[in-house]
Every structure is written in C-alpha cells, then in structure tokens.
C-alpha cells in the first residue's frame, strides 16, 4: 500500500541512535554517522516507491553544536560528501531538497553547495527537507517577528512564516532509538501530527520500518480536537 493509500502526505523523523549503533560495536561514533547517512540514502531512494509528497530529515540542530568540535566536523564532512555524491540522483528522480533551519550559518562552502542543490532540484516532485541548523522555538520565533513586522500576529500568519510553510501539512512524526520527546523538532507543525516511536537505532532504520509506521499510521483514529 502506498502512503497515499493510507493518508500520509507528510512524514518527519528524528534520526536518533548513530553513537549507540556505533558503541555497541566498538566503533569510532564517526561511523554510527556514516552508517546514519546510508540509512537516509536508501530511506530516500525507497520512499520514491511509496508516494509520500515529503520526507522531513532531522540532521543537525541548533543544539548540536555543544558535542565536541570533532565530532561537529564528522556531521559537516558527511554533509559534503552527502550533497556531492546524492545530488545527481535527486535530480534524476525528480526529487527536491530543502532546507529548514538557520542554514545560512553554516560554513560558507555548504551553504553554496546547498544554494545550488536546491536550485538544481527545484522542479523535483517528491520533496525531502532536510533541518540543518535547525531549533524549532528560533523557527516559531523567526517566524512570529516577521508575521508582526506585516501586522498580524495569528496562528494562520506566524504558519504563513514558518520554514515549512510550503509543504504538506505533518503527518506523522517518527523517532528512533527508543527515546520518547521531541528534542526542538517541528513543535508547531507537530500540534496535531501523530507520533510513533521505535527502539531501532537509525542506522537500522529500513523502508520496511517506515512503511511498519505508515501501517500502525493508518489505524490511528484523527480527531483534530473535535469528536
Ligand atoms: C543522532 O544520533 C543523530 C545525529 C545527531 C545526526 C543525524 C545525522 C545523520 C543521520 C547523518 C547526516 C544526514 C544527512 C541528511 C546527510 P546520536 O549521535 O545522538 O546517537 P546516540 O544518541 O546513540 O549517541
């Protein structure tokens, strides 16, 4: 069945569980990320079979920034090499990148590699966002001083705002790795999304369980708070 099939335009995850994956083998934690991005790679490239309209990928937070310098550079290497290596095959498939988040921040050789990804992937149909630098309070408040800067501070104006404001509404928000909270993720958006939450540590991380989501997705009961 398609996601479409079950009702999901919009699927958003928290990638948790790289350093776990990584420890309980003994490995260097730099390779629990490696193994993180070969996870969003074929995430990615299965996702185009299912029919969602997005996929939106917690990357990097504004919080990340307090873990060790080392590790901060792993995170920004494997983002260069994920752009160089990925980019034809978005394009390819027809699919569009977006950033949300403070993005600008980055180093300077990212964020022109990422102005021109995402000029490049422009016309794509399926969308994957990536959050990259990415706090949803500082969004929300990003977003509410512009909304008052034009004169109207109403949920429906600060949404207008928001980083997000051009996808699908959230569906459904996934997390791995057994840990239950929304760490600054997609707080607004998430008001009336559903939440699903499982012990696979993101390397693990399969289009079966996704599709395990959509499926549990799919009998959820959404009531929007009316009944
Ligand atoms: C959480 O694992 C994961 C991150 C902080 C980074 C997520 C990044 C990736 C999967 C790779 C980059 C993504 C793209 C799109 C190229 P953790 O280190 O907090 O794991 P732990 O809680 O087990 O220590």
């Not at 790679?41 to 309209?53: D, M, N, P, S, T």
Request: charged share 25%; glycine share 8%; hydrophobic share 45%.
């Amino acid at each position: 069945m398609t996601a479409a099939a079950r009702g999901a335009r919009h699927v958003a995850i928290i990638m948790d569980g790289n350093g776990r994956w990584a420890k309980r083998r003994h490995l260097p934690r730099v390779v629990g990320h490696q193994r993180g991005v070969e996870a969003v790679r074929a995430l990615v490239r299965g996702c185009r079979q299912l029919g969602l309209e997005c996929l939106t990928l917690y990357a990097f937070s504004s919080e990340n920034w307090k873990r060790p310098e080392d590790e901060v550079g792993d995170l920004m290497n494997l983002m260069r090499k994920f752009i160089k290596s990925d980019l034809p095959d978005f394009i390819e498939h027809g699919v569009r990148l977006k950033i949300i988040g403070d993005w600008q921040g980055l180093a300077p050789d990212i964020v022109t590699m990422l102005d021109d990804a995402l000029e490049r992937t422009a016309g794509g149909s399926m969308t994957v966002a990536v959050a990259l630098n990415y706090g949803s309070q500082q969004e929300i408040a990003r977003a509410a001083s512009r909304a008052a800067a034009k004169g109207q501070v109403t949920p429906e104006a600060i949404e207008a705002e928001l980083d997000t404001a051009d996808l699908p509404p959230l569906d459904l928000l996934i997390r791995t790795s057994g840990e239950v909270r929304l760490s600054n993720f997609l707080l607004w958006q998430a008001a009336y999304a559903e939440m699903y939450f499982t012990d696979v540590l993101w390397p693990d991380f399969k289009v079966e369980h996704l599709q395990a989501a959509l499926d549990e997705f799919a009998t959820r009961e959404r009531r929007y708070g009316g009944r």
